[in-house]
């Protein structure tokens, strides 16, 4: 795929979200869980906001999840953000006396596993999508930004990523694509453990979802109904519901 068409393409993704602009919600950072309900905080990728999660979280809501989806200034060092991330989600994990489950696509999944790495006492589930675990060339666009450039290939935060373990009591899922035109290459978007491992082992609790079908808006409207792994054909939110539901007590 050409430079140009990725453009257009994510030029024509803003543009249908700009139609969306009266359902931008508040930013949930002062949400606290009810007890009764688990929690779900839901991180967004670079140059976005909650609101492009706005199917996503009604269609949580209606499972019964309480869920916090944060905005944040997606260009400042992913480090500052992780920081003030984990202070709320310490927070609610001191209310609602229970871990929290975690959201992210693209950079927001960095964000979500880095959480999970650093605070696994906080976390029992981590569903990343489309996250440039190993980096993408395409953030050179925006490399002038300090979030740019932790985001290529071997930089200083992504090496520490990988160099820190999956903590065993968290469990984490990774739903990826090698059609993905924002992660460049493709085989970036692996998780560490996916490299080596495909399925569960007793060193990393990891499950790696690969999709041909994936694309940046399924993530956030979900159109297209796919078949991963199971007999009936469901669609991205519908499988991270499952996969929440499914999240065994470590």
Same mark, same amino acid.
């Given at each position: ?7 257009? !393409? ?90 929290? !489950? ?52 071997? !930089? ?95």
């Amino acid at each position: 795929m050409s430079l140009s068409s990725v453009l257009w !393409s994510e030029f024509k993704f803003v543009a249908a979200q700009i139609k969306n602009i009266p359902l931008l919600l508040e930013s949930r950072e002062a949400l606290i869980p009810r007890k009764e309900a688990k929690g779900v905080s839901i991180y967004h990728g670079f140059a976005a906001n909650n609101f492009y999660f706005h199917d996503l979280i009604n269609r949580l809501e209606q499972e019964g999840y309480s869920v916090r989806a944060p905005n944040y200034r997606t260009w400042l060092n992913m480090n500052e953000i992780v920081n003030k991330q984990a202070q709320a989600l310490e927070q609610i994990v001191q209310s609602s006396q229970q871990k929290e !489950s975690l959201i992210g696509h693209s950079q927001g999944g960095l964000i979500a596993v880095r959480l999970a790495q650093l605070y696994p006492e906080l976390v029992d589930t981590v569903i990343s999508l489309g996250a440039p675990f190993q980096g993408t060339r395409m953030v050179r666009l925006v490399s002038f930004c300090a979030a740019g450039q932790q985001m290529l290939p071997g !930089s200083d935060f992504l090496e520490q990523m990988a160099e820190t373990p999956l903590p065993a009591n968290v469990v984490f899922y990774n739903i990826y694509s090698l059609n993905d035109h924002l992660i460049i290459p493709a085989k970036n978007s692996l998780l560490y453990s996916d490299l080596a491992r495909l399925k569960r082992t007793e060193a990393y609790r990891t499950e790696a979802y690969r999709t041909e079908a994936y694309d940046r808006m399924q993530v956030y409207n979900c159109p297209a109904p796919e078949e991963i792994g199971h007999s009936r054909l469901i669609t991205l939110h519908e499988m991270m519901i499952k996969m929440l539901k499914q999240t065994p007590e470590l």
